[in-house]
């Protein structure tokens, strides 16, 4: 079953309106998260790295106020796109990564994205 | 430089082919290396993680060679169903991932 659950899968809405993104961990704890954002043909981009109780780490050339991150639990981090724009449409993955006890190397498992389609 | 690199591909090969991917990386001290599947219009899946003694995981192979900084991914008795982009993964600590801008495969009958 799935790691890491994203919500919504699709989502369409109108220009200037704010939508929500949910990223949860099933069954651990994830002090960070990462968002990503991908363009149709193209590799993920990553936007910023999600910290557990405090701010998010953003990538150069991101928005951080155009793109809010809140990271308010261990099994829940929210995307915002805020003022939405046609330009913002794509799909946005989210990613935490899973280390097991014994586990050597904590990979990263995704979430099943959430394509936004903004009008 | 790219911190990954990835040819992109594609590669068109017919069903039970044989076909090997190469990813290299710039940093030398980079950790932990894996390989992902992406299907179009789906999220990342991990295909496997690549050891330094190399591993075996049925018709996949993967290997690191440190010394050249680079990773490998072999598929045997290449299935239809294997057709996807390969994504290159390089863990630099523990929170610093790199992508490679992954390899398209596609296999025909």
């Known amino acids: 079953g799935a790691v890491v659950s994203q919500h919504p899968s699709r989502v369409i809405c109108k220009s200037g309106t704010s939508v929500k993104i949910e990223c949860r961990s099933l069954d651990f704890q994830a002090t960070t998260m990462f968002w990503y954002r991908q363009f149709p043909k193209q590799s993920l981009m990553l936007m910023a790295t999600?910290?557990?109780?405090?701010?998010?780490?953003?990538e150069q050339g991101v928005e951080k106020d155009k793109f809010l991150i809140n990271h308010a639990s261990l099994t829940l981090s929210t995307l915002t796109v805020t003022s939405a724009h046609p330009e913002d449409s794509s799909f946005y993955i989210c990613?935490?990564?899973?280390?097991?006890?014994?586990?050597?190397?904590?990979?990263?498992?995704f979430g099943e994205g959430s394509r936004l389609t903004v009008l | 430089r790219k911190e990954v690199e990835q040819d992109p591909g594609p590669f068109n090969v017919p069903e039970g082919a044989t076909v090997a991917f190469n990813c290299t990386y710039s940093n030398s001290a980079s950790q932990s290396f894996f390989w992902y599947r992406q299907d179009c219009r789906k999220e990342p899946k991990l295909l496997m993680s690549v050891y330094s003694s190399g591993n075996e995981d049925g018709r996949f192979t993967a290997q690191l060679n440190r010394a050249s900084q680079y990773i490998s991914l072999l598929i045997r008795d290449s299935k239809l169903s294997d057709s996807a982009t390969y994504l290159c993964v390089v863990k630099e600590n523990f929170n610093k991932f790199y992508f490679g801008s992954g390899t398209k495969l596609n296999v025909k009958p």
């Open positions: 990613s935490a990564q899973l280390h097991l006890a014994g586990g050597p190397t904590g990979e990263l498992f």
């Open positions: 999600s910290n557990e109780g405090s701010k998010a780490t953003y």
